[in-house]
């Protein structure tokens, strides 16, 4: 509970200016060290009964405003347009959305460079056809929280009528809160202006409320447009999530096969990703681990990439580097602070071992839900996969993909810089296989209790 304890120091009351009583807590407030959690994802058959189960679970979905409280467990909902249209709200409120949000991620495949074996065609069942109306999101310090939090919520399921149960997932992390690769995780985020929480040290200024809460202003002086009405829109967020199967005893053989040694095998690994495993940045820990520094969160963040132009400790293909260039000088301009996210990742499976190989890929499902809150967050994922992910023109790099989460539809090339000349390695693969992913909805408590209500019959 290091990292919740840390944000609980950094609060202030007094610097709060958000409406955080009306704003679902999953937005606000990170997940737990260690967390468990559960995925559940919805389909309303019947408008009436739907909007009953969003009023019953309404009533469990805490605020971001308690920062210093008791709370073990949190409860968080998310609709798709399709759930929204399948719960009955008009035609005017359905239309208000923007065009990605209303066709669904399966739709935008082309802008999200969804190919191959990434392709919604392959998807699971509960991410096919628009099935996704509704997802529920529990996250909890400890199973018995957790226990408690999902009884309440699939009681209230139970209660109600004209919903389906479409799909489960439990996924969590021990203290070290490790991915699939056994890299820690979630580390990085935003501070938001108004909500609070002092920025961290390395953590950059408070970007204003606007880019992740609708109705606020953004980083243009605006607020992004919001869906209406303002009982609607106001308060709440966009959501992607998207679910990946990983293959970290493939990621394993590669770093095998070009690095000699377990010394040389690690660094090539923290090359690949831009942090060590226990989460020490390579621009603060450059020739080995440092677990310290890894768990410590008032240093692991606190380092930009000013000084390493050229890419020498950390190379610019980096994942980390890639999707947070903090300063870098790209080649494509573009403002990096309107592609910052709120991250709730969450890891499933067995833990990371270093003995994995690719022929364990596979036999226990090992993977992680890339989950993240924007206000921007449709333009931001199909920019991030467009651009920083599934190319390398911005940082003058090619063709040249992501090296974890990039498609490679062919074996990929990983480039890292040295003198007198880079070392390019070939024989990137797909390491995280997209398996079904939807765009999403969070609305602010008073939406819920007006979608619950059917407020626009009033």
């Known amino acids: 509970m290091a990292l919740l304890q840390h944000l609980k120091d950094r609060f202030r009351r007094e610097r709060v200016t958000l409406q955080l009583g009306d704003i679902q807590a999953l937005i606000l407030r990170s997940r737990p060290e260690p967390y468990v959690g559960i995925h559940a994802m919805l389909h309303v058959d019947e408008a009436e009964g739907g909007r009953d189960l969003i009023a019953r679970l309404a009533k469990h979905i805490p605020s971001a405003d308690d920062w210093t409280g008791d709370l073990h467990a949190w409860t968080g909902v998310a609709i798709s347009h399709a759930g929204l249209q399948a719960l009955g709200l008009p035609d005017s409120a359905l239309a208000s959305f923007p065009l990605p949000f209303r066709e669904g991620m399966a739709a935008r495949a082309e802008q999200l460079r969804d190919f191959g074996e990434n392709a919604p065609e392959t998807w699971e069942d509960a991410y096919q056809g628009k099935r996704l109306h509704i997802a529920l999101t529990i996250y909890a310090e400890d199973k018995a929280a957790l226990d408690e939090a999902v009884d309440k919520a699939m009681g209230e399921l139970r209660a109600s009528r004209g919903v389906t149960l479409v799909g489960t997932h439990e996924f969590g992390a021990d203290e070290d809160a490790k991915n699939p690769f056994g890299f820690r995780d979630g580390i990085s985020q935003p501070v938001v202006q108004g909500a609070g929480v002092e920025p961290p040290p390395g953590g950059g200024r408070a970007l204003a409320p606007g880019e992740f809460i609708l109705g606020e202003n953004s980083e243009s002086g605006q607020p992004v447009a919001m869906p209406e009405p303002p009982e ?227």
């Open 232 to 458: 609607l829109g106001r308060n709440g967020s966009f959501v992607v999530l998207r679910k990946y199967d990983s293959r970290p005893g493939a990621f394993n053989d590669f770093v095998r096969q070009h690095a000699d040694g377990e010394q040389e095998q690690e660094k090539l690994a923290a090359q690949l990703v831009g942090r060590w495993r226990s989460g020490a940045p390579l621009n603060l820990s450059p020739e080995r681990d440092d677990e310290a520094l890894g768990a410590d969160p008032q240093r692991n963040n606190d380092f930009d990439f000013k000084g390493d132009e050229r890419g020498l400790v950390c190379p610019h293909a980096a994942h980390m580097r890639r999707l947070n260039p903090r300063g870098t000088s790209l080649t494509i301009l573009t403002d990096e602070n309107l592609h910052r996210i709120i991250r709730r990742p969450s890891t499933f499976g067995p833990k990371w071992t270093p003995e994995l190989t690719a022929s364990d890929d596979g036999r226990e499902p090992r993977g992680i839900y890339f989950i993240f809150i924007s206000a921007r967050a449709y333009d931001t994922i199909e920019f991030l996969q467009q651009e920083w992910i599934n190319r390398g023109n911005f940082l003058d790099l090619g063709k040249e993909r992501d090296p974890v989460v990039g498609l490679h539809e062919e074996p990929g090339t990983f480039t890292i810089p040295e003198q007198p000349v880079r070392r390019r390695i070939d024989g990137v693969s797909t390491f995280n296989r997209l398996r079904g992913g939807e765009y999403l909805f969070m609305p602010s408590l008073t939406a819920l209790r007006w979608i619950g209500e059917a407020g626009w019959k009033d």
